[in-house]
């Protein structure tokens, strides 16, 4: 999950995917990469994995110009969606705060 972004995009890494294994303290990056397939089907991961990619590829499409006037989200997605619109910072914990992620 995520590994073609950060392929074609590798600061992605850096910026989103190493940090995020930090602030989480789960070696999500190595989880979504190299999984066992029964990792991600772990809420605890899987919700976070889907919540990380989410934000590189909002990442990737600002870069290419999209600018939405609005953004929304379900369950977790509304934190991805609060990050999008510049409401909480994604490298805080309470950005995670709906993870399932112990």
């Given amino acids: 999950m995520g ?4 392929q074609e995009y590798p600061d992605l890494l850096t910026t989103y995917y190493r940090p ?3 602030v989480l303290g789960l070696p999500l990056s190595q989880l979504c990469w190299e999984r066992p397939k029964a990792a991600l089907l772990d809420t605890a991961v899987t919700q976070p994995a889907v919540s990380l990619t989410s934000l590189a590829t909002w990442d990737v499409l600002r870069r290419h ?34 993870c399932a992620a112990s």
């Fill in 3 to 6: 590994h073609d972004l950060v």
């Fill in 20 to 22: 995020a294994d930090e």
């Fill in 65 to 98: 110009g999209a600018r939405p006037d609005v953004v929304a989200g379900h369950s977790l997605g509304e934190y991805t969606a609060l990050v999008a619109a510049g409401v909480l910072d994604w490298s805080t914990p309470s950005a995670w705060s709906g």
